[in-house]
């Protein structure tokens, strides 16, 4: 009998602790799961918040990542290459003239009001086509060499006016990536003084000016690539209003020759 009570209790004992260990078991699951859970809701929570974030907020950010001081710099080299930019083009754009209908109207007022009716259609029309149409007008009365030395004395001070400031945007284009790549230079200094000072070699440490040192290379490149495709168009545009001058000048002389005889 008493066999059968000891049998009875360790049966008991070994089902408690059966019950208490899957219990123990039970409440780890479940709090490895809430914990999974929470994590999970976490994670959601910072991709929403990275969704939210717009372009500008994030270059706002990585603006300031990459430093208050190459990064200025280089910002104001943006500003300032835009600023000439702008001005260039708005100013080649008024300088543009129809050169073909600014032609056909000397030649119609010099064959039937002379050359003072000529001059008139030119000051009455803007650009520098109509200014060395001008010039070579009213050096006309004296001989066509003499106009034809105005046109080519004029026409270089009309190139002149319109490769203002161009040099400065140049310049830009070629400081704002240099800017960078000394950022990135410091950057890269400064993150092998610090091992050099640890002793060691380690991810964290370093991390941040090298990510500063790429910042300052990638605001760099951007800044020169946005200023050189202003720059190209300029000159383009240039180009096309000193081939109208050149063509425009020799026009006026043929139109001079045969008013002279």
């Not at 019950?19 to 078991?25: D, F, G, H, Y």
């Not at 290459?81 to 056909?104: C, D, H, P, W």
Request: glycine share 8%.
């Amino acid at each position: 009998m008493k066999k059968l009570f000891s049998i009875l209790a360790m049966a008991g004992l070994f089902v408690l602790s059966t019950n208490t260990v899957s219990a123990k078991a039970n409440a780890i699951v479940s709090n490895l799961s809430s914990t999974m859970a929470s994590a999970v809701v976490m994670l959601q929570d910072d991709a929403a918040v990275e969704a939210e974030k717009g372009f500008t907020q994030v270059l706002k950010e990585q603006f300031i990542q990459g430093g208050a001081g190459f990064m200025g710099i280089v910002l104001l080299c943006l500003i300032l290459g835009l600023a000439v930019a702008i001005e260039r083009i708005i100013y080649l754009n008024m300088a543009s003239t129809n050169s073909g209908k600014l032609k056909q109207q000397v030649e119609d007022a010099l064959a039937s009001g002379g050359v003072e009716a000529a001059k008139e259609v030119c000051r009455n029309t803007k650009g520098p086509v109509a200014s060395i149409y001008y010039q070579g007008l009213d050096r006309a009365g004296e001989s066509v060499e003499s106009a034809e030395k105005a046109v080519v004395a004029y026409g270089g001070v009309q190139m002149g006016q319109l490769e203002k400031n161009v040099s400065w945007l140049s310049l830009f284009i070629a400081i704002a990536p240099m800017l960078g790549f000394m950022g990135t230079v410091i950057g890269m200094i400064q993150a092998f003084q610090k091992i050099s000072a640890v002793g060691n070699l380690s991810a964290s440490l370093i991390a941040g000016d090298i990510q500063v040192a790429l910042l300052t290379t990638v605001f760099g490149l951007i800044t020169a690539i946005i200023l050189q495709i202003f720059y190209n168009y300029i000159i383009a545009k240039i180009d096309s209003i000193v081939n109208d001058m050149e063509d425009s000048s020799i026009t006026l002389i043929d139109m001079l020759v045969d008013h002279k005889k």
